[in-house]
């Protein structure tokens, strides 16, 4: 028997997943607004006023700016959630290699190859 699209049994565990997404995505967001805060505005602070930001700390200062707040509180918009997900998924993702770099692999990989023929060669007619 197949097993039903839609069926009511469904419901609470449709609305306990909500609920620990919810929660999960609040607690990011709480973390991110403290660390943004203590790598922008605390840490600056921190070090005196001739020290320099950190490059975390200039990125999210130039990523995330807070002009409404005069870039001394984090205030969450949905535009920052794009660009933050944009960019991590720009830095995990692997690019495509190209087409010369394809080839090189596979030169590099038939010359590997003709190597061990000719030591296996090289092995049978010494010993």
Request: net charge positive.
């Amino acid at each position: 028997m197949a097993r039903r699209f839609c069926s009511p049994w469904m419901l609470p565990v449709a609305l306990v997943q909500v609920t620990e997404s919810m929660a999960m995505r609040s607690g990011l967001r709480s973390t991110s607004h403290r660390f943004w805060t203590f790598m922008v505005v605390e840490l600056p602070k921190d070090l005196g006023p001739y020290s320099q930001m950190s490059s975390l700390s200039m990125f999210l200062h130039g990523a995330f700016p807070m002009r409404d707040t005069n870039d001394v509180k984090y205030e969450f918009k949905f535009d920052h959630v794009l660009i933050l997900a944009n960019v991590m998924v720009l830095m995990m993702m692997g690019w495509a290699p190209t087409r010369s770099e394809i080839e090189e692999e596979e030169d590099e990989d038939l010359a590997k190859a003709s190597k061990k023929t000719k030591a296996k060669k090289l092995a049978k007619a010494l010993g």
